[in-house]
């Protein structure tokens, strides 16, 4: 049994009884999590299937050596680079998947960004469907999400339909003085939308304690707009909802014509099972289902599940990424940081004629943490030598966009290892954004203070840091170029749909997370008038 630790919610028996299901959904994350809550009161019967367990809510989730040098909540995988050496991957198996440990940070991509769009490296592709038809979707994922935000101040916000659902949550002193300085430099800084359950009004009665534990932690008062509590707790309030912990799925079997899923064969605490579902949805992250579709070659598909374009697996992105922390004369003092965004150089600007990507603030860097990002070179400095410089660090996430690249990609061996071939692109653009950013910082801040020079950190994403991975499916219209029809049912077998982000065709430079949501919202109207057709 399980209780929701929401108030209006019930208790409800989880565990699967029988092993036919009208959908069964691989995966628990913002795709999956989010699915299995749209269909909950369909009355039509859903399993859920997660590899993991539970995150364990203890005092752990919020200790930075724990989460961040000791990699406490990270999965065992082992995966390849291109030069055959294993790297373990920032991959987290739990119900609500990789969102257990995001920072909550819900954009909804620019109206642009479904469009083709030059960057220094190339084309990024047009999305065969617009902005205007996931707009209604992104409304209501924001609503569900508990996003904050205020409409009119991002500089390339997309049209919207109707305000936040929830008030911007207020800077704090020094972030406030951030954005003052930064629009007296002619800046645009707006309000990062940001997905907690915070109530700034009635602090007693939120759930949100707004501390400096929400980015890269998993959030132990289950404040989070997380896909567990937001996605998977609502959904099983529903008689008609089961969820498998502990259920990795390591094969799909399909008829014998190949053109339907009749079984899901399951690995459940080392006992073989299987499961059938009329609708099979794969929502297992974009290199995980890529693998999985892969591993279930057959007669009729040998070359991997759904993959008669040979394009399973293929243009994975995860964004061009790199930690800034600034280190600066002036104390900061902030808890909650992340509350301050710049779109400014987005798409480029007169020095530059592309694309350059996004700024926000990551959550407050202490001591800890920098160890864990940097364990090398701060191997001798004592941890609470790095909380005096931590004291006085402004903290920044630079994300530039990765294009889609057919020979960057995923494969497995014969025993489901996974290998992935990547080479990051748009490093130019990459450092051009943050020569912007260090350029305005040194202007705003060293006025007069040469003695006192800032001193900046920069921290690429490597390969291991898959959050942000997409791609490896992409949908469209023909299916000699894309994996997926524009509902993300698979071309090649008739119930077999993907919906978590490997249908993105393009990254474009905002966080995923918001996307990945609205389409499963998207999806579920779908599912609802074939289920009922």
Same mark, same amino acid.
């Given at each position: 049994?399980? !209780?929701?630790?929401?108030?209006?919610?019930?208790?409800?028996?989880?565990?699967?009884?029988?092993? =036919?299901?009208?959908?069964?959904?691989?995966?628990?994350?913002?795709?999956?999590?989010?699915?299995?809550?749209?269909?909950?009161?369909?009355?039509?019967?859903?399993?859920?299937?997660?590899?993991?367990?539970?995150?364990?809510?203890?005092?752990?989730?919020?200790?930075?050596?724990?989460?961040?040098?000791?990699?406490?909540?990270?999965?065992?995988?082992?995966?390849?680079?291109?030069?055959?050496?294993?790297?373990?991957?920032?991959?987290?198996?739990?119900?609500?998947?990789?969102?257990?440990?995001?920072?909550?940070?819900?954009?909804?991509?620019?109206?642009?960004?479904?469009?083709?769009?030059? +960057?220094?490296?190339? %084309?990024?592709?047009?999305?065969?469907?617009?902005?205007?038809?996931?707009?209604?979707?992104?409304?209501?994922?924001?609503?569900?999400?508990?996003?904050?935000?205020?409409?009119?101040?991002?500089?390339?916000?997309?049209?919207?339909?109707?305000?936040?659902?929830?008030?911007?949550?207020?800077? %704090?002193?020094?972030?406030?003085?951030?954005?003052?300085?930064?629009?007296?430099?002619?800046?645009?800084? $707006?309000?990062?939308?940001?997905?907690?359950?915070?109530?700034?009004?009635?602090?007693?009665?939120?759930? !949100?304690?707004? #501390?400096?534990? !929400? =980015?890269?932690?998993? !959030?132990?008062?289950?404040?989070?707009? /997380?896909?567990?509590?937001?996605?998977?707790?609502?959904?099983?309030?529903?008689?008609?909802?089961?969820?498998?912990?502990?259920?990795?799925?390591?094969?799909?079997?399909?008829?014998?014509?190949?053109?339907?899923?009749?079984?899901?064969?399951?690995?459940?605490?080392?006992?073989?099972? +299987?499961?059938?579902?009329?609708?099979?949805? @794969?929502?297992?992250?974009?290199?995980?289902?890529?693998?999985?579709?892969?591993?279930?070659?057959?007669?009729?598909?040998? +070359?991997?599940?759904?993959? *008669?374009?040979?394009?399973?697996?293929?243009?994975?992105?995860?964004?061009?990424?790199?930690?800034?922390?600034?280190?600066? +004369? %002036?104390?900061?003092?902030?808890? $909650?940081?992340?509350?301050?965004?710049?779109? =400014?150089?987005?798409?480029?600007?007169?020095?530059?004629?592309?694309?350059?990507?996004?700024?926000?603030?990551?959550?407050?860097?202490?001591?800890?943490?920098?160890?864990?990002?940097?364990?090398?070179?701060?191997?001798?400095?004592?941890?609470?030598?790095?909380?005096?410089?931590? %004291?006085?660090?402004?903290?920044?996430?630079?994300?530039?966009?990765?294009?889609?690249?057919?020979?960057?990609?995923?494969?497995?061996?014969?025993?489901?290892?996974?290998?992935?071939?990547?080479?990051?692109?748009?490093?130019?653009?990459?450092?051009?954004?943050? *020569?912007?950013?260090?350029?305005?910082?040194?202007?705003?801040?060293?006025?007069?203070?040469?003695?006192?020079?800032?001193?900046?950190?920069?921290?690429?994403?490597?390969?291991?840091?898959?959050?942000?991975? #997409?791609?490896? #499916?992409? $949908?469209?219209?023909?299916?000699?170029?894309?994996?997926?029809?524009?509902?993300?049912?698979?071309?090649?077998?008739?119930?077999?749909?993907?919906? /978590?982000?490997?249908?993105?065709?393009?990254?474009?430079?905002?966080?995923?997370?918001?996307?990945?949501?609205?389409?499963? @919202?998207? @999806?579920?109207?779908?599912?609802?008038?074939?289920?009922?057709?």
């Amino acid at each position: 049994m399980v !209780c929701s630790t929401r108030s209006t919610a019930r208790c409800t028996s989880i565990e699967p009884q029988g092993e =036919d299901f009208d959908v069964v959904i691989i995966g628990s994350g913002a795709g999956g999590g989010t699915l299995a809550r749209a269909l909950a009161d369909s009355g039509h019967s859903i399993l859920i299937l997660e590899r993991g367990g539970w995150l364990p809510r203890e005092p752990q989730n919020w200790d930075p050596v724990e989460v961040f040098q000791n990699d406490r909540y990270v999965s065992k995988d082992l995966w390849e680079d291109k030069d055959g050496t294993s790297f373990q991957p920032g991959s987290h198996y739990f119900v609500g998947g990789a969102s257990k440990m995001y920072g909550a940070a819900h954009f909804r991509l620019r109206e642009r960004d479904f469009e083709s769009v030059m +960057h220094v490296d190339g %084309e990024s592709p047009e999305w065969p469907i617009k902005y205007d038809v996931f707009e209604p979707y992104y409304r209501k994922a924001e609503e569900w999400y508990h996003v904050h935000g205020l409409r009119g101040e991002d500089p390339f916000e997309p049209p919207a339909s109707s305000p936040y659902p929830y008030e911007p949550i207020s800077h %704090e002193p020094r972030m406030q003085k951030l954005v003052d300085d930064l629009r007296s430099a002619g800046l645009r800084p $707006f309000h990062q939308p940001t997905g907690v359950a915070l109530n700034e009004t009635s602090p007693a009665f939120s759930d !949100c304690v707004r #501390c400096n534990r !929400c =980015d890269g932690f998993p !959030c132990l008062v289950h404040a989070k707009g /997380d896909a567990e509590v937001m996605g998977v707790r609502p959904a099983l309030n529903h008689d008609n909802v089961f969820l498998l912990t502990n259920a990795e799925v390591v094969r799909l079997n399909t008829n014998s014509s190949g053109r339907e899923v009749s079984e899901v064969v399951v690995n459940h605490e080392g006992k073989e099972r +299987h499961f059938k579902g009329s609708i099979v949805v @794969i929502s297992a992250g974009a290199a995980n289902s890529a693998r999985l579709l892969l591993m279930s070659a057959n007669e009729a598909h040998p +070359h991997g599940l759904a993959n *008669s374009s040979d394009q399973v697996g293929r243009n994975y992105m995860y964004h061009n990424c790199k930690a800034v922390v600034a280190l600066a +004369h %002036e104390p900061n003092d902030t808890v $909650f940081q992340k509350t301050v965004a710049i779109n =400014d150089w987005y798409f480029g600007d007169n020095d530059f004629d592309f694309p350059m990507g996004h700024v926000q603030m990551t959550g407050k860097t202490n001591g800890a943490m920098m160890k864990g990002y940097k364990p090398r070179l701060t191997a001798l400095a004592p941890t609470w030598s790095m909380d005096k410089l931590a %004291e006085h660090s402004l903290d920044f996430w630079m994300q530039t966009e990765d294009l889609p690249r057919s020979s960057n990609r995923v494969t497995v061996n014969h025993e489901g290892k996974i290998h992935l071939n990547y080479t990051p692109t748009n490093n130019q653009a990459s450092q051009e954004l943050i *020569s912007r950013l260090e350029g305005l910082l040194d202007k705003l801040y060293l006025k007069n203070h040469l003695a006192e020079r800032q001193v900046y950190f920069a921290s690429a994403m490597e390969l291991a840091a898959v959050g942000h991975q #997409c791609g490896t #499916c992409r $949908f469209g219209q023909d299916p000699k170029t894309s994996v997926l029809n524009l509902n993300c049912r698979t071309h090649d077998v008739d119930n077999l749909y993907v919906v /978590d982000t490997s249908f993105f065709p393009s990254s474009a430079a905002v966080n995923p997370s918001l996307t990945a949501i609205a389409n499963a @919202i998207r @999806i579920s109207d779908h599912l609802r008038e074939r289920l009922n057709g």
